[in-house]
């Protein structure tokens, strides 16, 4: 199987402070990940594509001062939201992809729902 | 850059009806069209993909059919249940690039 977790499901932060969210391949290795934000009945909103050992590219209108990106390792990524606010309050899914595929196939995380009051 | 419209964005039918969504895209060069299955507060799941080299696939009750000519493609549930109440999303993804666009999503309710 092909499976990505996240952490921490859900968050509640204060308006201000940041939080962090992992994502992790489980059992494969990816050279790829990718961080989508998702709002109530929306689509998912590409946010950044984050490739192992380099800087995330981040998509238009995305603040990567807001959002950092760091992909450490082929099994690891995570998101820092910095100096959250009531308007970050989104469901945030990663996805990555395999290590030596053509990459058309996503495996997504669970997601993490953050609320900033 | 690639640009998938989706619709409708309901679709409400009843038990053993037959569902349809169609999405539209519009970069030639995508050739991989997959659809995900979303329940509330879920990831997606990948529950049938085409690559643009075939025109259809089924899978039991879920076919895919993809008309690059017209740069369409379309999700057909047939019998529907009431477990098959989500939200559908298409997408559409050229090789060798790395975004994958997602359509604007479906909420499909099937009733008893």
């Known amino acids: 199987g092909a499976v990505v977790s996240q952490h921490p499901s859900r968050v509640i932060c204060k308006s201000g402070t940041s939080v962090k969210i992992e994502c992790r391949s489980l059992d494969f290795q990816a050279t790829t990940m990718f961080w989508y934000r998702q709002f109530p009945k929306k689509s998912l909103m590409l946010m950044a594509t984050s490739n192992e050992g380099s800087k995330a590219t981040y998509e238009q209108g995305v603040e990567k001062d807001k959002f950092l990106i760091n992909h450490a390792s082929l099994t690891l990524s995570t998101l820092t939201v910095t100096s959250a606010h009531p308007e970050d309050s989104s469901f945030y899914i990663c996805?990555?992809?395999?290590?030596?595929?053509?990459?058309?196939?996503?495996?997504f995380g669970p997601g993490t729902r953050l609320t900033v009051t | 850059g690639e640009n998938v419209e989706q619709h409708p964005s309901t679709l409400s039918v009843q038990e053993g009806d037959s569902a349809v969504i169609k999405c539209t895209y519009s970069?030639?060069?995508?050739?991989?069209f997959p659809w995900y299955k979303q329940e509330l507060g879920k990831r997606p799941q990948l529950i049938i993909d085409?690559?643009?080299?075939?025109g259809e696939k089924k899978d039991q009750r879920i076919a895919v059919t993809l008309n690059k000519t017209a740069k369409h493609f379309s999700l057909h549930i047939t019998e529907t249940q009431p477990e098959d109440s989500a939200v559908y999303f298409c997408a559409a993804h050229a090789t060798g690039f790395q975004k994958l666009v997602f359509g604007t999503g479906t909420r499909l309710l099937v009733s008893p």
């Open positions: 970069d030639s060069a995508s050739n991989y």
């Open positions: 996805s990555a992809t395999k290590s030596g595929t053509s990459g058309d196939l996503r495996y």
């Open positions: 085409i690559r643009s080299n075939v």
